[in-house]
């Protein structure tokens, strides 16, 4: 596949497209072999309390440990099955799910599905739901509303009535906007 990006930074930097490539391929390499030091969802009970405890020093949501989303990247598509690629927008995408700390640091990225499944089957089967499901310490996620609500997963009142339930959505977008923080970043 052709990346006319990479001469480019060659040119910007003074080095040959290849080298180019072959830095990139290694650096990308180290960051994987390093992902589950630096990404890691909370197992623990202590884990749990820990997460929980950073969240309610900057926050108003009691019981949370993050927020959870999922961002299209988009993708050459591919030329088998294609076509699970195309998200809703008519574009090939890759929909990827991340959650993420009171410090905007990733605990979870799961980049294993096409553009065109809904985040909420990507939740119900992502490898962090079971560990959410059976927490006995009663903490939870910051969701939209394509999440449900759940036990573990609280997202904003659909049609708020009440100015109590207007206030919680202001809450919650106020705080579930740091997942979107977190991956502009990237």
């Known amino acids: 596949m052709r990346r006319p990006w990479i001469s480019g930074v060659g040119l910007d930097v003074g080095i040959h497209q290849t080298t180019v490539s072959k830095i990139i391929d290694k650096v ?3 960051i994987c072999s390093k992902k589950n030091q630096w990404v890691k969802f909370p197992a623990t009970g202590a884990m749990f309390n820990r997460a929980k405890d950073e969240w309610a020093a900057h926050n108003t949501i009691p019981h949370v440990i993050g927020a959870i989303d ?6 050459i ?4 099955h294609g076509d699970e690629y195309i998200n809703r927008k008519g574009v090939s995408t890759i929909n990827v799910q ?3 700390n009171s ?6 990225v799961n980049a294993s599905w096409p553009g065109s499944v809904h985040d ?3 939740w119900y089967n ?3 739901y079971p560990i959410m499901y059976n927490n006995q310490k009663r903490v939870c996620l910051l969701g939209d509303s394509g999440y449900g609500v759940t036990p573990w997963m609280l997202t904003p009142f659909k049609d708020p009535i009440t100015n109590i339930q207007k206030y919680f959505n202001r809450i919650h977008a106020r705080e579930r906007v740091i997942i979107a923080a977190a991956v502009l970043i990237c």
């Open 103 to 108: 410090r905007e640091m990733f605990t979870s």
């Open 120 to 122: 909420s089957r990507i």
């Open 28 to 30: 990308s390499r180290e």
């Open 70 to 75: 999922c961002t299209h990247v988009k993708i």
């Open 98 to 100: 991340a959650t993420c």
């Open 77 to 80: 598509k591919p030329y088998v």
């Open 126 to 128: 992502s490898p962090i």
